[in-house]
């Protein structure tokens, strides 16, 4: 039986439109971040492995996703007083603290290096962990936070994010017997 050329055409010629969308959407993303950056930020954007995808298409594959494979195993929980940044400094000094965050917005998305200053948001869509903290050179507080989307994010899988702040930016979770 004979296969319909146009049917190959048809496919070639759906792989080419979206050669040209992604090919589109990159651009777009390399002028976001290219006039960021030129904002004098304490933080810089890059390309990386979501430098193709759109903000929408990158929120509803990424943010808020549910990972098929586990990592650790936890045997339970404890909370974190909310809005208490001396408790969670204290807890995260012993161990990582799961957070919620909101993650959406290109910044997030293309975070590349510095401390993370962006704004607040009660939509919190990401889970993460905090691991650490310290100060930066100019003196900014930050938490060390664990993203789970690889190396190839932000600081090797990490991002500096601004602590010390009056708006309530996470809502956590001690995790107990993690290991």
């Not at 792989?15 to 990159?26: G, T």
């Not at 012993?94 to 939509?123: H, L």
């Not at 690889?150 to 001690?174: F, H, T």
Request: proline share 3%; net charge positive; aromatic share 12%.
């Amino acid at each position: 039986m004979r296969r319909d050329p146009t049917q190959r055409h048809h496919a070639v010629a759906r792989e080419h439109q979206e050669k040209q969308k992604r090919f589109s959407v990159f651009k777009e993303n390399a002028k976001f971040i290219h006039e960021f950056n030129k904002q004098g930020k304490p933080y810089k954007l890059a390309l990386n492995k979501f430098g193709d995808l759109t903000k929408e298409e990158f929120e509803s594959g990424y943010v808020g996703s549910r990972i098929k494979s586990s990592v650790v195993v936890i045997d339970g929980h404890e909370d974190v007083p909310e809005n208490n940044e001396l408790a969670l400094l204290k807890t995260v000094a012993n161990q990582p603290v799961s957070v919620a965050i909101e993650a959406s917005g290109q910044p997030f998305q293309f975070y590349s290096q510095g401390v993370f200053t962006g704004n607040c948001s009660t939509e919190l869509s990401h889970g993460v962990a905090i691991v650490g903290y310290g100060k930066d050179k100019d003196n900014t507080k930050y938490w060390i936070v664990k993203n789970s989307w690889g190396p190839d994010w932000g600081e090797q899988g990490y991002i500096r994010m601004q602590r010390d702040v009056k708006a309530k930016c996470y809502n956590s979770s001690l995790i107990l017997n993690q290991y």
